[in-house]
DNA sequence: TTTAAATCCGAAACCGTTTTCGTAAAATTG
DNA sequence: CAATTTTACGAAAACGGTTTCGGATTTAAA
């Protein structure tokens, strides 16, 4: 309606001066109880805000925090990082502060965003996937930056990061107690540092349990292509027993496929994911899976964010969540123990 | 690194005043060519970008559009939202705006947002249910608003809104002439709009085809309670034949319930959806819906809201966004006509 | 009572831009 | 060549806040 009062229209109606309204506004010592109340007064009957380019200006400090995600990672509709962003969301609303999303075309090389360029953010939430140059060229603009899972290979740099590999080493580890003994593995690239990760897991499982490792039934690669994966796992003589996929989406993929060869699971093949996505609960059977905190992920992001801001603190840690074994319907106990129960 | 130039920088190390800095930048006319080239030059040079708060100070413009979901829309897990905002994030990145995306508490009965009081935007898109006194408060601060469906029953306001009674009514009446007669509906409160017109368009079909209109077959309210919404309708005496559900989420959680009922979709009842999410493709079977261009919608909010921004283009439409049948195989034909086919 | 310290307030500078307006120099005209 | 117009630039004033610092009052100490 009205143009927006300012500061000095405030001072103006309380009869004192813009200092003062200021003071009272930022709760500085300085200001006797008298004046405070007059102010707050007139601020609150007339709901003043003060103006954010304004404070920004003379504080150098935007309140704004910066959430960079990767197009390609398609963070809006993805189960799992639609999560991370809830869990940023929901903390940085609980801080007080304002969320700026953008979503890094993937051609766009290593420009720096609109965003950081023009200095409208405090500083800058990297979630998924991404260029390392790209990460070195935010470091050079001294943003506080906080890098969420996966992990880049970058000295001097707060990071929060998914236990990949004790999950999947957990996971694997669950199926060989079951009685599995073949165990396929599904997954995106493996130079994605979440899926090497895990399937280092996998790998170090099947070792300390004496499982040999043949690579014929680890299929990778593509961007959810966990459909055409498993069939081509399916298609293997001696066709593993259970599947490891090391991301829920691939094993709900995986699911399609294995449906339309007619096998069900969890009697003919069993399967367990890794993230455990909404979908996971929803899939019929319910699959077992390895829960990842997604939200708490963000949440902490978000925190870690704040302290560097706050205390100007300069600890660049590596902060790494726990995961959680989740067991549903999807693996059945072949194990000599099981069928004896 | 550097402390960020600023224009005073640039205009000492070209030799002119920052006047003319801001000049070539801003492409205005009074400034010679030799000059700007060496401005440009040295602007390149240490790619400097003018600081946004002095020039949002300045210029009363943020260049920033505020994106307001309501929490309880889940809008970044639930598969609808978060394509309707991917289609703002597109189009607001293509434009060369930012995003500050915020999500209202519920109990939060109709404060402002942070981002509008302290003026940080220069327009809001607004979507999803809320509250109408909400709508209200926000139309008084004169920031340029787009609403995004549901419809909200005030003048003067531009909206960007789904077709939803025609596409029920496309959807109904394709279930009446695959030779269904009986056909329940599940849906979430019909007092929200976009529920209520899909309503709206199931009765108008089913009248439309001379067919009765049993209020026992049809099962609303509650959040994403299709599972038990179908499970009810299942139960009722003279089961339908075919179920129409108001949106996906519920269809796939009426698959659920189906599913758990020993009974197989199409064949034992044919099952159709609104909205064509993801997971519509993806269920087993794939689900016929209705599908709602959801990034065209936000796109379409954004440009918009950019018009409005612009041209001060002060005309209030409505834009009605059309929809489409996506048949796949959740409906079987069951007329006398289909069977001799 | 005098002096020192504490309290309260406002003037003014500043944050980094844009924009207006005046003017010197250059270009055009008669 | 003088008069006029154009062109090109800069000084200064905003924009809406915060912060520093000095001074006037009041309070406490001596």
Redesign the interface.
């Known amino acids: ?1 009205s143009p ?1 009062l300012t500061i000095n229209d405030i001072a103006r109606l309380a009869n004192v001066s813009k200092s003062t309204v200021s003071k009272v506004l930022n709760d500085k010592p300085d200001v006797g109880l008298a004046t405070k109340k007059k102010v707050m007064q007139i601020v609150e009957k007339h ?1 003043f ?9 003379k504080k150098r400090a ?1 309140e ?1 925090i910066g959430v960079i995600f990767r197009k390609d990672d ?1 963070p ?2 993805n ?1 799992f990082f ?2 991370v ?2 869990g940023i ?2 903390e940085i ?1 609980f801080n ?1 502060l ?6 890094m ?1 993937s051609n766009k090389k290593s420009s720096l965003p ?2 950081v ?4 953010i405090d500083g800058v939430i990297l979630v998924g996937t991404r260029n390392e140059e790209f990460v070195r060229e935010l470091q ?3 943003l506080p930056l906080i890098v969420v899972d996966p992990r880049a290979d970058i000295s001097d740099c707060q990071q929060v990061l998914i236990d990949n590999e004790n999950g999947a080493f957990l996971a694997t580890q669950y199926l060989i107690n079951k009685g599995h003994k073949r165990i396929g593995f599904i997954a995106g690239e493996l130079s994605e540092h979440s899926f090497g990760q895990r399937y280092t897991g996998y790998l170090k499982a099947l070792k300390s349990e004496g499982l040999p490792i043949d690579e014929t039934i680890v299929k990778t690669g593509g961007y959810e292509a966990g459909y055409e994966l498993t069939k081509s796992l399916l298609q293997v003589s001696e066709r593993p027993s259970a599947i490891f996929a090391a991301n829920d989406i691939n094993a ?1 993929l995986a699911y ?1 496929a294995i ?1 339309e060869f007619n096998l069900s699971i969890p009697d003919d093949i069993s399967i367990i994911g890794f993230d455990d996505i ?2 996971a609960r ?1 899939a ?1 059977p319910p699959l077992t899976t390895v829960r990842v905190y997604k939200e708490e992920l963000g949440s902490l992001a978000v925190r870690s964010m704040r302290d560097m801001i706050n205390e100007g603190s300069d600890k660049r840690s590596i902060i790494i969540m726990p995961i959680k074994l989740i067991k549903r319907n999807s693996v059945k106990d072949i194990s000599t123990h099981g069928k004896l129960i």
Chains 1, 2 share one sequence.
């Open positions: 309606m927006s709901n805000v003060p103006n954010a380019s304004g404070k920004s200006l935007t704004n398609n809006l509709s189960p639609s999560r962003l809830e969301e929901a609303a007080d304002n969320l700026m999303l953008y979503s075309p609109k965003i360029k023009e200095r409208k050079k603009t001294n709900v399609k449906n909404y979908l929803m019929i």
